[in-house]
């Protein structure tokens, strides 16, 4: 039976790939072949340590590798062979990963011991020639970025953090050191450093917006392209206005005496001041639209959204003896008009 990969490298089965990645490094210093010269036993254990960290480090090797264990390179095989042999029994063929054909016997759907099928084909890959790692891109990366309304008018930059690749030095970029996977870089061929990146947030965006910036994510592994940097976007309250897709929402106070007789008020949009006109009898909650006056829509250099002044009247909060006067005649005028 072989050693399990986790025992090997002395991590638990829900360990993250980092404690896999900094276990792997550590075991590996600890019995490289350049550290332990004409040490058969170290050498052994390097190969061990290599072959664990090579599956555990594979997010789809490593899924395998925690449902079917010792075979999980013929995970595909094994699921195929349930899938045709669910509900019936009987004798099947079915070709490996490396051309050889195996019959397996079932009764009913009861598969047994995958051990007894594939014991002789581990056996023989165990002691061929290690794979070199596939080519894989690197991963995406979600950076939050929070703005405010008027730099989401009008575009603004952020910088940012990333990982930026550069070659392993201890095995020239070939992952490989050794016989085996180098012990500095995991195999990866290279190593990372922070680097700071200026990045623009274009005009338009909302809460939500993911903003791609490509090639900036995580190095691609042994040679992949590297991923995609995304600053997903949160626009911050604004004090005066309120957001609605790419229409902006505005409280304008109009006086009593302009809500009834009409007149003009200034309205403050979020690019400049324009005066709105206000009809007689205009009445409280009224929405007055000016159009062209909202947000910018996204990927366009011409196209906005609108305003929408919401009309609040605004009651007079002291009075003099003359308004009291004038008031107290507009009231008996109409409650005069009223009564005829």
């Not at 600890?30 to 340590?49: G, L």
Request: charged share 30%.
């Amino acid at each position: 039976m072989a050693r399990d990969f986790y025992e090997t490298l002395g991590v638990p089965r829900n360990a993250s790939d980092k404690d896999i990645r900094s276990a792997y490094r550590k075991l590996a210093r600890r019995y490289h072949p350049d550290v332990n010269p004409n040490d058969k036993a170290a050498e052994e254990r390097f190969k061990e340590i290599t072959a664990a960290y090579e599956v555990l480090s594979d997010p789809e090797n490593r899924k395998k590798y925690d449902k079917y264990g010792d075979q999980w390179q013929y995970a595909d095989q094994i699921e195929e062979m349930q899938r045709q042999q669910a509900g019936r029994g009987g004798g099947q063929w079915f070709t490996t990963g490396d051309g050889a054909h195996v019959r397996y016997e079932t009764s009913g759907s009861d598969f047994g011991d995958f051990g007894s099928i594939f014991e002789n084909l581990f056996r023989r890959e165990r002691g061929g020639p290690r794979a070199q790692r596939a080519p894989r891109r690197g991963q995406d990366i979600d950076t939050p970025v929070e703005v405010t309304l008027e730099e989401a008018f009008h575009g603004s930059s952020r910088t940012v953090q990333v990982q930026a690749a550069e070659r392993c030095t201890a095995c020239d970029g070939t992952g490989q050191q050794s016989g085996g996977l180098c012990y500095q870089c995991g195999g990866e061929g290279q190593r990372y450093r922070p680097r700071r990146l200026e990045v623009k947030v274009p005009r338009g965006v909302r809460t939500g917006s993911r903003v791609r910036i490509a090639g900036e994510g995580r190095p691609g592994i042994a040679g992949g392209s590297p991923g995609d940097l995304y600053l997903v976007v949160t626009v911050l309250p604004h004090a005066r206005f309120e957001r609605k897709g790419d229409d902006l929402y505005a409280d304008v106070d109009v006086s009593v005496l302009d809500a009834v007789l009409g007149g003009e008020v200034e309205v403050p949009t979020i690019d400049g001041k324009v005066m709105l006109r206000i009809r007689e009898l205009t009445q409280n909650g009224t929405q007055v639209r000016l159009a062209g006056k909202g947000m910018p829509v996204l990927g366009s250099q011409e196209r906005r959204g609108d305003l929408y002044a919401r009309v609040r009247v605004q009651l007079p909060t002291s009075l003099s003896p003359e308004e009291r006067e004038l008031y107290e005649r507009l009231r008996d005028a109409t409650r005069a008009g009223v009564g005829t």
